[in-house]
Every structure is written in structure tokens, then in C-alpha cells.
């Protein structure tokens, strides 16, 4: 009984990491085409939680672009991530095209531009 006791406090105790205020300060984003629909992006924020808001500052980027060319979609090629003193930069490579492309990694660049606003993640 008093196990359970504790197990209970300790779930109503102290602030989990998932609910610590998430305060991110975006960095900028540099965009460079490097052969036809195919784009590079890179991306620095501090304040990350972990790669996965690199991720998806620079799948933002990517939306926003697409939208700025007159493209509809993307599909992520591959991002590395890497944090150095707080610091967290991402490079992220997508292609950009007008029809649905094949793969796993697709984005609808329009539904993703409108997500981004809502969460406050700027974007190109």
C-alpha cells in the first residue's frame, strides 16, 4: 500500500521534462539548390529539446519553400543533426516536386506550411 502511496506523488511531484516551458530561439535558415528539385537546407535554434525540433524546424523550411516555387510537395532525403554548446544546426536535403512523389517521407507542403504557423516554427 504505501508503494502505491509513492507512486502516486512522485506522478503528481516534479514537472517531467515533457512540461518544462519549451522556449526555442530560431537561428535562421539557409536554402541552396543543388540540382533541379533538389534543395539543401540548414537550419540553427537554441533551446532544441532534442534533434526531432531540428527535424522539424527544417521540414518547415522545406514546406515554405515548395510553396514559394510553386511546388506542392517535398520529400525528406536525409537531415543531420549535431548540437555544440547549445547550439543546434541541422542539415537537411528534400526534394521539391509538383505531384505526390514516391516514398515514405512525403510532406504536403501546404498542410505542413499551415501546422508550422499554428506551432510557431518559422519558416523560410
Not at 41 to 47: D, I, N, S, T
Request: hydrophobic share 45%; aromatic share 8%.
Amino acid at each position: 500500500m504505501a508503494f502505491l502511496a509513492i507512486g502516486a506523488l512522485t506522478a503528481c511531484g516534479a514537472p517531467q521534462a515533457d512540461q518544462d516551458p519549451y522556449n526555442p530561439a530560431y537561428q535562421g535558415v539557409e536554402t541552396h539548390l543543388l540540382d533541379g528539385d533538389l534543395v539543401n537546407f540548414r537550419v540553427a535554434m537554441k533551446g532544441a529539446r532534442a534533434s526531432r525540433d531540428v527535424d522539424a524546424y527544417a521540414e518547415c523550411a522545406a514546406a515554405q519553400y515548395a510553396l514559394i516555387r510553386g511546388y506542392g510537395f517535398a520529400r525528406h532525403v536525409r537531415t543531420n543533426v549535431y548540437e555544440e554548446g547549445g547550439l543546434w544546426r541541422g542539415d537537411a536535403v528534400y526534394t521539391i516536386s509538383a505531384a505526390l512523389p514516391r516514398g515514405l517521407k512525403t510532406i504536403d507542403a501546404e498542410v505542413t506550411a499551415m501546422a508550422c504557423a499554428e506551432n510557431g516554427i518559422p519558416m523560410v
